[in-house]
């Protein structure tokens, strides 16, 4: 009896408590009834006949959590539709949502910037003629490839085409562009041209610079005959002779013109140049006037006067074994740029010969 009190006792109390519960909704007012967050009466008890959201359903946005909302079954995506602020309900009104922290985290901070101005020399002037430059070098650089300068072999049997390819590819200025790579052998002197290699004899290349300044600077004394002597040279010859008297007095020769005096008969020789074991004779004469008649005006010499320039040449130019510095080099190689003829010594003997080129052998 005692247990069976307990539980009627229990049953009612329970009753007691739940009838409340079911009964406040309707007797209470629209004020007591109201939640606190602002939801409306209707909203309420969607809420209650909806089940219990799980706790996956419950979004942090903006450092708070929102209440979750009852799914709606005829949208294929409520989430989509949360995150472009859309409500699930079109009946119900949507939950004001603290958009001040999340404005707040989506501006940007303003942060001081230090700034250094550097100035910097540019001309778009100077950028176009670079560019232009860049451009003709490449261009010319593809044209060297498909084309060799240079293309005799270092043997006696070419030094005609090797002195050709020179005259035709080496100018004067080129001699001072080029470049000093060293001595070889203590005979020879190898330099750079762009990417060619050059071998400079330097014994042939100082012999020639000294003989041709012998050919244009000396002036050989003349000894004096006691009898004139009389030439004999046709008209012609004694014209040439007449017009081109200060060629033969710098050769060592002199003559005296008389003009009343009958063709042929005007010029006598009264002086003949002189050297230690060198005699000169009215041979020498002849072959001056020959090669006047070719070339009028033109500074020339006798053979045998030139025999004895290249005798004198070679005694004072460098020898082979000689050692150099680089001034020594650099002033051989400067001075076959004011030569003539700086492509053989008097003797014949080749000064320079092309070796190679650097892009032909990096190509193979």
Known sequence: EEASGHSSASASSGEGSSAPETGSHPSSDPAASAPEDGFSQEHVESCEEAPAPALGALDQEAGGLRRPQPPNASSPNP????????????????????????????????????KKIVPLDFSMRSLAKRIKQLCRQEQQREGEQNYRKFRAKICPGENQAAEDELRKEISKEMFAEMEIIGQFNLGFIITKLNADIFIVDQHATDEKYNFEMLQQHTVLQGQRLIVPQTLNLTAVNEAVLIENLDIFRKNGFDFVIDEDAPVTERAKLISLPTSKNWTFGPQDIDELIFMLSDSPGVMCRPSRVRQMFASRACRKSVMIGTALNTSEMRRLVSHMGEMDHPWNCPHGRPTMRHIANLDVISQN
């Open 79 to 114: 989430k989509r539709f949360k995150k472009e602020g859309v409500p699930l309900n079109p009946d119900v009104p949507p939950e004001p949502v603290a958009t001040q922290s999340v404005a707040a985290a989506e501006v940007d901070v303003a942060v001081d910037i230090e």
